[in-house]
Protein backbone atom coordinates (compact mmCIF):
# COMPACT_ATOMS: atom_id res chain seq x y z
CA UNK A 1 0.00 0.00 0.00
CA UNK A 2 0.82 3.81 0.05
CA UNK A 3 -0.32 6.80 0.23
CA UNK A 4 -2.13 9.07 -1.69
CA UNK A 5 -4.26 12.50 -1.42
CA UNK A 6 -8.02 11.77 -2.42
CA UNK A 7 -10.95 13.52 -2.68
CA UNK A 8 -14.81 11.79 -3.38
CA UNK A 9 -16.83 14.65 -3.86
CA UNK A 10 -16.27 18.80 -4.54
CA UNK A 11 -15.54 21.03 -2.09
CA UNK A 12 -13.07 23.38 -0.26
CA UNK A 13 -9.46 21.61 1.68
CA UNK A 14 -12.15 19.69 3.80
CA UNK A 15 -12.63 17.05 0.69
CA UNK A 16 -9.07 16.24 0.65
CA UNK A 17 -7.65 13.42 2.47
CA UNK A 18 -4.61 11.32 2.65
CA UNK A 19 -5.46 7.95 2.00
CA UNK A 20 -3.31 4.54 1.83
CA UNK A 21 -4.23 3.03 -1.71
CA UNK A 22 -2.56 0.13 -3.44
CA UNK A 23 0.46 0.49 -5.23
CA UNK A 24 0.46 1.73 -8.75
CA UNK A 25 3.56 -0.39 -11.01
CA UNK A 26 4.87 0.84 -14.49
CA UNK A 27 3.85 -0.87 -17.08
CA UNK A 28 4.93 -1.03 -20.75
CA UNK A 29 6.46 2.54 -21.73
CA UNK A 30 5.67 3.63 -18.21
CA UNK A 31 7.79 4.81 -15.28
CA UNK A 32 7.05 4.67 -11.75
CA UNK A 33 8.43 7.86 -10.13
CA UNK A 34 8.96 7.93 -6.07
CA UNK A 35 7.56 11.30 -5.44
CA UNK A 36 9.57 13.62 -3.15
CA UNK A 37 7.77 16.47 -3.47
CA UNK A 38 4.63 18.66 -5.11
CA UNK A 39 4.17 21.97 -5.95
CA UNK A 40 0.81 22.94 -5.61
CA UNK A 41 -1.03 25.14 -8.54
CA UNK A 42 -4.66 27.51 -8.52
CA UNK A 43 -5.91 24.73 -11.18
CA UNK A 44 -5.68 22.23 -8.44
CA UNK A 45 -7.67 23.38 -5.66
CA UNK A 46 -9.90 24.64 -8.91
CA UNK A 47 -10.59 21.68 -10.40
CA UNK A 48 -11.10 19.86 -6.41
CA UNK A 49 -13.46 22.79 -5.65
CA UNK A 50 -15.83 23.03 -8.85
CA UNK A 51 -17.20 20.18 -10.75
CA UNK A 52 -17.02 22.19 -14.08
CA UNK A 53 -13.31 22.88 -13.88
CA UNK A 54 -12.97 19.55 -13.30
CA UNK A 55 -14.65 18.39 -16.29
CA UNK A 56 -12.72 20.47 -18.71
CA UNK A 57 -9.85 18.51 -17.97
CA UNK A 58 -11.59 15.11 -17.82
CA UNK A 59 -11.83 14.46 -14.19
CA UNK A 60 -14.49 12.51 -12.00
CA UNK A 61 -14.73 12.02 -8.49
CA UNK A 62 -12.90 10.03 -6.64
CA UNK A 63 -9.80 11.29 -7.92
CA UNK A 64 -6.21 12.27 -7.18
CA UNK A 65 -5.31 15.57 -6.60
CA UNK A 66 -2.17 17.97 -7.97
CA UNK A 67 -0.39 18.39 -10.96
CA UNK A 68 3.58 18.78 -10.33
CA UNK A 69 5.96 16.67 -9.11
CA UNK A 70 9.50 15.82 -8.27
CA UNK A 71 11.40 12.62 -7.41
CA UNK A 72 13.11 9.87 -8.54
CA UNK A 73 11.88 6.43 -10.68
CA UNK A 74 11.93 3.17 -9.79
CA UNK A 75 10.52 1.38 -12.09
CA UNK A 76 10.94 1.24 -15.85
CA UNK A 77 8.55 -0.75 -18.05
CA UNK A 78 9.17 -2.20 -20.96
CA UNK A 79 9.69 -0.06 -24.33
CA UNK A 80 10.97 3.12 -22.47
CA UNK A 81 13.90 5.05 -23.86
CA UNK A 82 15.33 7.97 -22.35
CA UNK A 83 14.94 7.63 -18.63
CA UNK A 84 15.77 4.94 -16.27
CA UNK A 85 15.66 3.56 -12.62
CA UNK A 86 17.42 5.98 -10.32
CA UNK A 87 16.94 8.72 -12.98
CA UNK A 88 16.24 12.38 -11.01
CA UNK A 89 12.47 13.48 -12.71
CA UNK A 90 10.34 16.50 -12.40
CA UNK A 91 6.81 16.92 -14.56
CA UNK A 92 3.11 16.65 -14.45
CA UNK A 93 0.76 14.24 -13.44
CA UNK A 94 -2.63 15.87 -13.68
CA UNK A 95 -4.69 14.69 -10.57
CA UNK A 96 -2.72 12.37 -9.24
CA UNK A 97 0.54 13.66 -8.48
CA UNK A 98 0.18 14.79 -4.59
CA UNK A 99 1.19 10.69 -4.48
CA UNK A 100 3.83 8.51 -2.68
CA UNK A 101 4.13 6.90 -6.30
CA UNK A 102 2.56 8.39 -9.92
CA UNK A 103 2.77 6.31 -12.92
CA UNK A 104 3.36 8.11 -16.00
CA UNK A 105 4.26 7.64 -20.03
CA UNK A 106 7.51 9.58 -21.00
CA UNK A 107 6.84 9.59 -24.18
CA UNK A 108 3.45 11.90 -23.89
CA UNK A 109 6.36 14.66 -23.03
CA UNK A 110 5.68 15.97 -19.58
CA UNK A 111 8.38 14.37 -17.59
CA UNK A 112 11.79 15.90 -17.46
CA UNK A 113 15.04 14.78 -16.25
CA UNK A 114 16.42 17.19 -12.92
CA UNK A 115 19.42 19.19 -13.78
CA UNK A 116 22.21 18.71 -11.32
CA UNK A 117 21.97 21.79 -8.75
CA UNK A 118 18.32 22.20 -8.87
CA UNK A 119 16.78 20.40 -5.49
CA UNK A 120 13.34 18.53 -5.77
CA UNK A 121 11.40 21.13 -3.97
CA UNK A 122 12.04 23.74 -6.62
CA UNK A 123 11.86 21.11 -9.06
CA UNK A 124 8.31 20.34 -7.75
CA UNK A 125 7.37 24.07 -9.20
CA UNK A 126 8.39 24.08 -12.73
CA UNK A 127 5.83 22.30 -14.63
CA UNK A 128 2.77 24.31 -14.90
CA UNK A 129 3.62 27.58 -13.67
CA UNK A 130 7.36 27.78 -15.68
CA UNK A 131 5.50 26.31 -19.10
CA UNK A 132 2.67 28.78 -17.95
CA UNK A 133 5.16 31.40 -17.53
CA UNK A 134 6.50 31.25 -20.90
CA UNK A 135 3.71 30.63 -22.61
CA UNK A 136 2.37 34.17 -21.58
CA UNK A 137 5.36 35.88 -22.47
CA UNK A 138 5.54 34.51 -25.64
CA UNK A 139 1.32 35.33 -26.78
CA UNK A 140 2.47 39.23 -26.16
CA UNK A 141 5.95 39.09 -27.50
CA UNK A 142 7.89 40.71 -24.57
CA UNK A 143 11.10 42.16 -25.97
CA UNK A 144 13.90 44.80 -24.59
CA UNK A 145 12.54 47.83 -23.88
CA UNK A 146 8.59 47.00 -23.31
CA UNK A 147 6.90 48.19 -20.32
CA UNK A 148 4.87 45.12 -19.22
CA UNK A 149 2.03 45.20 -16.69
CA UNK A 150 1.97 41.71 -14.94
CA UNK A 151 -1.00 41.20 -12.79
CA UNK A 152 -1.05 38.71 -9.95
CA UNK A 153 2.31 39.14 -10.08
CA UNK A 154 3.69 37.76 -6.15
CA UNK A 155 1.84 34.51 -7.35
CA UNK A 156 3.36 31.27 -8.96
CA UNK A 157 3.11 31.91 -11.96
CA UNK A 158 3.79 35.58 -11.56
CA UNK A 159 6.93 35.31 -9.66
CA UNK A 160 8.40 33.29 -13.33
CA UNK A 161 7.04 35.81 -15.53
CA UNK A 162 8.47 38.95 -13.80
CA UNK A 163 11.78 37.25 -13.82
CA UNK A 164 12.03 36.26 -17.49
CA UNK A 165 10.17 39.55 -18.82
CA UNK A 166 12.93 41.35 -16.75
CA UNK A 167 15.98 38.81 -18.19
CA UNK A 168 14.18 40.33 -21.47
CA UNK A 169 14.86 43.53 -20.74
CA UNK A 170 11.82 45.09 -20.04
CA UNK A 171 10.32 46.86 -17.23
CA UNK A 172 8.06 45.78 -14.99
CA UNK A 173 5.01 46.75 -13.01
CA UNK A 174 3.53 43.98 -11.11
CA UNK A 175 -0.02 44.38 -9.00
CA UNK A 176 0.07 42.44 -5.97
CA UNK A 177 -0.83 43.42 -2.31
CA UNK A 178 1.09 45.88 -0.30
CA UNK A 179 2.66 43.26 1.88
CA UNK A 180 4.31 41.21 -1.42
CA UNK A 181 5.51 44.51 -2.65
CA UNK A 182 9.48 44.04 -1.06
CA UNK A 183 9.66 40.62 -2.58
CA UNK A 184 8.25 41.43 -5.69
CA UNK A 185 11.34 44.43 -5.67
CA UNK A 186 13.77 42.38 -4.79
CA UNK A 187 12.48 40.60 -8.20
CA UNK A 188 13.07 43.42 -10.23
CA UNK A 189 9.31 44.85 -10.66
CA UNK A 190 8.29 48.06 -9.49
CA UNK A 191 4.42 46.93 -7.35
CA UNK A 192 1.56 48.42 -7.50
CA UNK A 193 -1.71 47.65 -5.65
CA UNK A 194 -4.36 45.77 -7.13
CA UNK A 195 -7.96 47.15 -7.10
CA UNK A 196 -10.16 49.88 -7.89
CA UNK A 197 -8.36 52.60 -9.59
CA UNK A 198 -5.41 50.63 -10.88
CA UNK A 199 -5.26 51.80 -14.33
CA UNK A 200 -4.55 55.82 -12.94
CA UNK A 201 -2.13 53.83 -10.80
CA UNK A 202 -0.06 52.30 -12.99
CA UNK A 203 0.19 55.55 -15.36
CA UNK A 204 1.50 57.57 -13.00
CA UNK A 205 4.52 54.70 -12.65
CA UNK A 206 4.95 54.59 -16.13
CA UNK A 207 4.32 58.08 -17.55
CA UNK A 208 5.81 56.66 -21.06
CA UNK A 209 3.29 54.33 -21.33
CA UNK A 210 2.52 50.36 -21.11
CA UNK A 211 3.13 48.16 -23.90
CA UNK A 212 2.25 44.88 -22.43
CA UNK A 213 0.47 42.90 -20.30
CA UNK A 214 -0.49 39.73 -18.53
CA UNK A 215 -3.18 38.75 -16.14
CA UNK A 216 -2.43 35.86 -14.19
CA UNK A 217 -5.50 36.32 -11.99
CA UNK A 218 -8.69 37.80 -13.46
CA UNK A 219 -9.51 40.28 -15.48
CA UNK A 220 -8.21 43.36 -13.61
CA UNK A 221 -5.49 43.89 -15.02
CA UNK A 222 -7.09 42.88 -19.01
CA UNK A 223 -9.21 45.53 -18.63
CA UNK A 224 -6.98 48.14 -16.71
CA UNK A 225 -4.17 47.51 -19.76
CA UNK A 226 -7.18 47.78 -22.21
CA UNK A 227 -8.03 51.42 -20.68
CA UNK A 228 -3.98 52.10 -21.08
CA UNK A 229 -4.53 52.10 -24.57
CA UNK A 230 -2.22 48.63 -24.77
CA UNK A 231 -2.92 46.78 -27.95
CA UNK A 232 -5.25 43.44 -27.15
CA UNK A 233 -2.90 41.07 -29.02
CA UNK A 234 -0.69 42.35 -26.69
CA UNK A 235 -2.57 41.50 -23.75
CA UNK A 236 -2.68 37.96 -22.65
CA UNK A 237 -4.74 36.36 -19.59
CA UNK A 238 -4.47 32.66 -18.58
CA UNK A 239 -7.38 32.48 -16.02
CA UNK A 240 -10.21 34.41 -17.61
CA UNK A 241 -11.55 31.32 -19.97
CA UNK A 242 -11.17 30.62 -23.52
CA UNK A 243 -13.01 34.11 -24.52
CA UNK A 244 -11.45 37.12 -22.52
CA UNK A 245 -12.85 40.59 -22.87
CA UNK A 246 -11.26 43.12 -25.36
CA UNK A 247 -10.30 40.19 -28.13
CA UNK A 248 -7.35 39.53 -25.60
CA UNK A 249 -4.93 36.31 -25.78
CA UNK A 250 -5.74 33.22 -23.94
CA UNK A 251 -3.36 31.00 -22.92
CA UNK A 252 -2.19 28.96 -20.40
CA UNK A 253 1.46 26.41 -20.49
CA UNK A 254 -0.31 24.27 -23.24
CA UNK A 255 1.10 26.92 -25.55
CA UNK A 256 4.03 26.72 -24.03
CA UNK A 257 7.35 25.74 -26.88
CA UNK A 258 9.08 22.68 -26.52
CA UNK A 259 12.06 23.96 -24.61
CA UNK A 260 10.16 26.38 -22.64
CA UNK A 261 11.28 24.27 -19.53
CA UNK A 262 14.62 24.11 -19.85
CA UNK A 263 14.66 27.72 -20.58
CA UNK A 264 13.45 28.42 -16.91
CA UNK A 265 16.36 25.54 -15.63
CA UNK A 266 18.95 27.30 -17.41
CA UNK A 267 18.10 30.45 -16.01
CA UNK A 268 17.81 29.41 -12.49
CA UNK A 269 21.40 26.54 -13.28
CA UNK A 270 22.82 30.55 -14.47
CA UNK A 271 22.02 32.40 -10.99
CA UNK A 272 19.28 34.71 -12.66
CA UNK A 273 16.45 33.25 -11.51
CA UNK A 274 14.82 32.60 -8.30
CA UNK A 275 12.02 30.08 -7.50
CA UNK A 276 10.80 31.78 -3.88
CA UNK A 277 9.32 28.84 -1.58
CA UNK A 278 6.40 30.38 0.16
CA UNK A 279 5.53 27.46 2.49
CA UNK A 280 6.69 23.37 2.55
CA UNK A 281 4.04 21.25 4.12
CA UNK A 282 3.99 17.61 4.79
CA UNK A 283 1.42 15.56 3.33
CA UNK A 284 -0.65 15.01 6.46
CA UNK A 285 -1.53 18.69 6.28
CA UNK A 286 -2.25 18.70 2.64
CA UNK A 287 -5.57 21.03 3.81
CA UNK A 288 -3.82 23.66 5.73
CA UNK A 289 -1.25 23.78 2.34
CA UNK A 290 -4.13 23.96 0.07
CA UNK A 291 -5.75 26.81 2.39
CA UNK A 292 -2.77 28.89 2.30
CA UNK A 293 -2.40 28.64 -1.62
CA UNK A 294 -6.21 29.10 -2.43
CA UNK A 295 -6.20 32.64 -0.01
CA UNK A 296 -3.78 34.19 -3.01
CA UNK A 297 -1.54 36.02 -0.74
CA UNK A 298 1.50 33.90 -0.21
CA UNK A 299 4.48 34.96 -2.21
CA UNK A 300 5.88 32.30 -4.32
CA UNK A 301 5.24 28.53 -4.35
CA UNK A 302 3.54 26.03 -1.45
CA UNK A 303 5.45 22.51 -1.63
CA UNK A 304 3.83 19.03 0.20
CA UNK A 305 6.23 16.84 0.46
CA UNK A 306 6.36 12.92 0.63
Known sequence: MSRAVIFEK?????????REVPEPHAGPGEVRVRVTAAGLNPMDWGI??????????????PSGFGSDFAGVIDQAGEGVTGFAVGDRVYGGALGKAVADFVVVQPA??????????IGDVVAS???????????ALTAIGVRSGDTVLVGG??????VFVVQLAVLAGAKVIGTASPGSFDALRKLGAEPVAYGSGLADRVRALAPGGVTAAADLFG???????????VAPERIATIAAGPNPPGGVRATGGFDAAPDAVQQVTDAILAGRLSV????RYPVEQ?????????GRHVHGKVVVTL
Open 10 to 18: FGGPEVLEV
Open 48 to 61: AARPEAAARFGITV
Open 108 to 117: AGSLWHTPEG
Open 125 to 135: TLGVAGLTAVA
Open 153 to 158: AAGGVG
Open 219 to 229: TETVEAALALG
Open 276 to 279: PIAA
Open 286 to 294: IRDAVTLQA
